[in-house]
T-cell receptor
């Protein structure tokens, strides 16, 4: 089975940097994904890590440490539109590569 | 690329009726599609994994006779909620896996279907 933990809510101000952490305990591991989900909409893919280290994509970066079962999503130069829920998801080793999602971190960006 | 559509976006139905939701991969072939359900302020819960040309694999606790899944082609999967009840009201989201073009095997999500059962 999989257990994925992330903070429920975070707040930050426009222009700031915020780090959203995710820890996982899994029976298998084949990659970690971060998705952004605005209220009432489907998740959109942000990043993917399968090896240890940092992946950078514009204002968003994601880090993975497999030995620690830990990842974080780093958002720089925050904008109001970044207010959303951020979902951490782990892929197991099953043949169909199913994803198990954390409950999501609701980020509120204020002026 | 990697666009997934869902239809309808919203549906309101009476208790006891059946509702069909379509999920299409518009610009790629998806051998595998996934169906999720999301209740308010909760995370996505995987309901079933759908493979083209074979029976779907249901997660524990999901009734396969109530949630019928058909993956008849490489671009279309359907979820039919049979004899819907108010407790089935939820946000249903499908995703499709683009294995050929994306080495990360990323799942791309449809826009979701809001089901309300009266």
């Amino acid at each position: 089975g999989q257990n994925i933990d992330q903070p429920t809510e975070m707040t930050a101000t426009e222009g700031a940097i915020v780090q959203i952490n995710c820890t996982y305990q899994t029976s298998g591991f084949n990659g970690l994904f971060w998705y952004q989900q605005h209220a009432g909409e489907a998740p959109t893919f942000l990043s993917y890590n399968v090896l240890d280290g940092l992946e950078e994509k514009g204002r968003f970066s994601s880090f993975l440490s497999r030995s620690k079962g830990y990842s974080y999503l780093l958002l720089k130069e925050l904008q109001m539109k970044d207010s959303a829920s951020y979902l951490c998801a782990v892929r197991d080793r099953s043949g169909y590569s199913t994803l198990t999602f954390g409950k999501g971190t609701m980020l509120l960006v204020s002026p | 690329g990697a666009v997934v559509s869902q239809h309808p976006s919203r549906v309101i139905c009476k208790s006891g009726t059946s509702v069909k939701i379509e999920c299409r991969s518009l610009d790629f072939q998806a051998t595998t599609m996934f169906w999720y359900r999301q209740f308010p302020k909760q995370s996505l819960m995987l309901m079933a994994t759908s493979n083209e040309g074979s029976k779907a694999t249901y997660e524990q606790g999901v009734e396969k006779d109530k949630f019928l899944i058909n993956h008849a082609s490489l671009t279309l999967s359907t979820l039919t909620v049979t004899s819907a009840h108010p407790e089935d009201s939820s946000f249903y989201i499908c995703s499709a896996r683009d294995s050929l073009r994306n080495p990360a095997d990323t799942q791309y999500f449809g826009p979701g279907t809001r089901l309300t059962v009266l």
